[in-house]
């Protein structure tokens, strides 16, 4: 859910900016000294990414690597521009109440899907239903609950939801039943993608593996483990993309090391920077571009309540107490990443730089061990941490957690499964005692993040945790209407659930990449890569 003021504007040509306290991120337009753009008959970007995605379906996606690529594909009525300002989509303009509760969205005329349908108000009916519908398993679900009648749809007492009205073929209107916050900034998110009905109809869960859409690029092909691969559409709304390839090449195992050599040897276009390499040379080496932002975003490892190990409180505290976090951010990553010691990021409403985390305090974690019943970690079984990704760094990262939790008693092994889709399965399961994950936001702010995980009934709350303290909190938060009271309240919600011990943040990434230096007019905003908008990308060569 995003924060923002509670007075709606209109959007035409423009519109508006909810996040009132998050003063991020400019474009980044790279620049260079190169005289001439030459146009290929072929111009192809070529890019890595991370994993395999899970689906490339908008309304099921739940990870980076698949909103990377679907982000390409598909349009939503609006969208998020390079300083999180709300801009026009697929609805050209836009209009909102006095009281902020009925918004009206009118379509541009003659967009066609990819497949030569042109794009109606009922599909953007449709779409955004899917999001709310329970069988779409949307993560999304939580942030349309506030339009009329959603809740009855979602539990069944309606088949359709009542705020959402086609008002003619191109001007679709939407009715809340309270105004938390300008619903144009919630229709700017990744899941809120305008889809075809009949196709996700007659193709189902296949959709995800052949999608189409509006976007600026169209699907052409998915080799997995090897390549997902994009071609231009002409016909885009806003101009055809300059290049007429984007391929997506896999690395399954979030492999840097041999990503940043094959960006070397000039078979990627960009890549992501190896965690030993020198900031200061990167920067002013003039062979590459170098790009450097915050991220919204924060990286720890979760501790599954329903683990019977991990049952008592006590327990998991004495874990984050013995494991110097702010060691691993210098040893093993030099620095190049923000020390966590809450749960939100900097930037984001309700950042508490005052946070009283659980500081790396071996002697009170071995009392919190004999507390428990298990003094110098006698009767406690080893400790299962899973990870999806096995670097070089990560590994290192590993053995001085082990280290550190074999110096308090505590045996820890660790499993690695780079199988992205089967992790995140085993992960959705409750199956994992211990994890390591990466959550970055859908908007920039609190409520996605803490209400999300943390409340009991959040949608990735793989943790299995529930306090009742919490949920109030979180559930008061979002419905308060004074910005500073809501402010405190997220910030109480994030203290409990520190103390709580669910989570151990180990840090807050910065967005860091490296482009080939003929790469131009690459625009990040705090949302990191998916939202590179690759359309207005072109590569200029010296002749």
Known sequence: ???????????????????????????????????????????????PLGHDPQTLDPVRISDTYSRSVSQQIFDGLVQFDQTLAIKPALAQFWRASRDGLTWTFDLRKGVKFHHGREVTADDAVYSLTRVIDPKSRSDAADLFLNVRGARDFREGRAKTVAGFVALDRHTMQVTLSEALVPFAAVAAIGHAKIVPRELVESQGETFGIRPVGTGPFRFIRWDRGREIVLGANPEYFDGSPRLSRLVYRIFPGDQRD??????????????????????????ADDSHIYVKRPAISVRFYGLNTRTKALKDRRVRQAIVHAIDREAIVQDVYF??????????????????PRIAGSPYDPDKARGLLADSGHPGGRGLPPIAIWSSVKRDDIVREHEQIKKSLAAVGI??????????????KMLDEGMLPVFLYAWHADVPDPDNFLTKLFHSKGSRNFFGYANPVVDDLLTSARSVSDLQRRVELYRKAEQVILDDAPIMPVYHHTYERLFQPYVRSVEVNGLGDPYIPFRKIWLERSR
Not at 335 to 351: E, K, N, S, V, W
Not at 411 to 424: K, Q
């Open 1 to 47: 859910m995003v924060v923002g003021t509670r007075s709606p504007r209109s959007g035409k040509g423009g519109g508006i900016s909810p996040f009132l306290l998050i003063s991020l991120l400019a474009a980044l337009v790279c620049t260079g000294t190169l005289t001439a753009w030459t146009q290929d008959a072929a111009v192809v970007y070529r890019r």
């Open 411 to 424: 045996v820890a092994e660790v499993h690695y499964l780079t199988n992205w889709p089967a992790f995140s």
């Open 335 to 352: 620095g190049q990443y923000i020390f966590a010691r809450g749960i939100l990021p900097p930037g984001t409403l309700g950042f508490n």
């Open 258 to 283: 041999v990503m940043h050599d094959e960006f070397l040897k000039g078979n990627l276009e960009d890549a992501p920077v190896p965690a030993r390499a020198d900031r200061r040379s990167l920067a």
